[in-house]
């Protein structure tokens, strides 16, 4: 089945369709609005669905086979609806009356243009300038090259954090199953860890989103703030690992799924806001970099070498499977690991302070400009002046979720690198 969801992206690139910019965004942005959250619904139901059936089926020793039968014929239903959001859209879209055009009337400019015959600097050493920009980023907001977002302190100190954090629940998941059998569950139990980590792990990414949308908006608050409550509700999980408190791993399996996906669209956000859209498919990548440097750190050299050491002095012996039996197994490699990840949401509040100025400034003034000014002919270029002069008209009443972002003089950046 690994070729399925490879098969069904290529199966279904024609149905994608690039929105120009400068539509009435106005006149569609509501009709979209509800259709992005017919989907939010129905993932939910599908997430709810899936948690009731593995605690029925936890609970239910023998369940009938019928019973089998109905509940996957719901779940095909759950998956598949979807599909009725998007053919109502389509229709809708289809039966609207086309929108009235506005007529461009074609003006004539004279420009006269100044040539200066002295070489600039930048004709005369490119390199030395190439290398002088690295050092000498954008404000936050702009767009920042690859080699300056690689260089930024920012960067820096937002990697090191999602090493800490993405690589601390990673581990965690990643050694359920035999923590759950050194630790004495049954093989039902195991199968439900993980279970409700994907389930939880969905949430997680679901509630971040809004809820660090909901809190800047609203309250001002750094989104790596909100990375950094993640960061400390992740050690309570570690802990409860470490510890080996009675029928604590069924906990332990929700907060840590719940903070493994939370992190994600956090770290996404963060880079799109603080170093900008043009190159953000790279600095994506490198974002997602942290995540198996965090999981050879802490889970080979540290949870893996642990568990064997342990295991030897259980009797096992050496090129053989080792089964480790006990708290013991992991109880040292997940409070270091804890410690790990405490460290982590340190970093990370360290970035929510060197933040603190960015995220209290008008945070879309950019893109609300961008939308006030309209398409952008192609093979020119908005200037600045333009954009913010437009961009501080209106993104005072630009709402961003249910609260409005106030203004900041149609600024995005901040000095304090």
């Known amino acids: 089945m690994a070729w399925l969801p490879a098969a069904i992206s290529l199966l279904f690139i024609p149905t994608i369709r690039i929105m120009p910019r400068g539509t009435p965004a106005a006149a569609s942005s509501t009709r979209e609005r509800k259709a992005f959250f017919y989907f939010l619904y129905a993932s939910i139901v599908l997430a709810v669905y899936l948690l009731v059936m593995n605690v029925v089926e936890l609970e239910v020793l023998k369940f009938p086979r019928p019973a089998y039968y109905v509940t996957a014929t719901v779940l095909l239903l759950l998956i598949f609806f979807p599909i009725v959001i998007v053919v109502q859209q389509e229709l809708r879209t289809y039966l609207q009356p086309p929108l009235p055009t506005q007529s461009v009337v074609p003006t004539t400019t004279t420009t006269t243009t100044v040539v200066d015959e002295t070489p600039s600097a930048a004709t005369m050493t490119p390199a030395t300038t190439c290398f002088q920009d690295v050092f000498r980023p954008p404000a936050r ?3 920042y090259t690859i080699l300056q977002a690689l260089f930024s302190v920012d960067m820096l100190v937002l990697f090191v ?8 629940t990673l581990t965690a998941i990643d050694n ?10 049954p093989q039902r139990s195991v199968t439900t860890f993980v279970s409700l980590v994907s389930i939880w792990n969905y949430a997680g990414r679901v509630v971040a989103g809004f809820a660090s949308e909901y809190v800047l908006a609203r309250y001002k608050v750094p989104r790596p703030l909100v990375l950094t409550v993640v960061l400390l509700l992740a050690c309570v999980g570690h802990l409860l690992i470490a510890v080996g408190v009675n029928n604590g791993l069924y906990a332990a399996s929700v907060i840590l799924g719940f903070c493994f996906g939370a992190q994600w669209p956090l770290l996404f956000a963060i880079i799109s806001e603080v170093f900008g859209l043009k190159y953000y498919s790279t600095l994506y990548n490198f974002g997602a970099v942290a995540s198996p440097v965090g999981s050879y750190i802490l889970n080979v050299r540290i949870a893996g070498r642990r568990y064997d050491e342990e295991a030897l002095r259980q009797g096992g012996r050496r090129g053989k499977d080792l089964t480790c039996i006990g708290v013991r197994c992991f109880r040292e490699s997940f409070y270091i690991i804890a410690g790990v990840t405490l460290l982590g949401a ?8 060197r933040t603190r100025n ?37 993104s005072s009443t630009s709402p961003v979720g249910d609260a409005a972002v106030a203004t900041n003089g149609g600024k995005i950046g901040s000095a304090d690198h």
């Open 161 to 168: 954090a999602t090493i800490c954090g993405v690589g601390g």
């Open 176 to 185: 359920l199953g035999q923590i759950g059998q050194s630790l004495g569950y």
């Open 346 to 353: 340190l970093v990370s509040l360290l970035l929510a302070w």
């Open 141 to 143: 907001g702009e767009d």
């Open 358 to 394: 960015f995220y209290r400034g008008d945070l879309y003034g950019k893109f609300n400009a961008d939308l006030a000014m309209g398409p952008v002919p192609a093979g020119e270029e908005r200037s600045k002046e333009e954009a913010t002069t437009k961009g501080a008209a209106t």
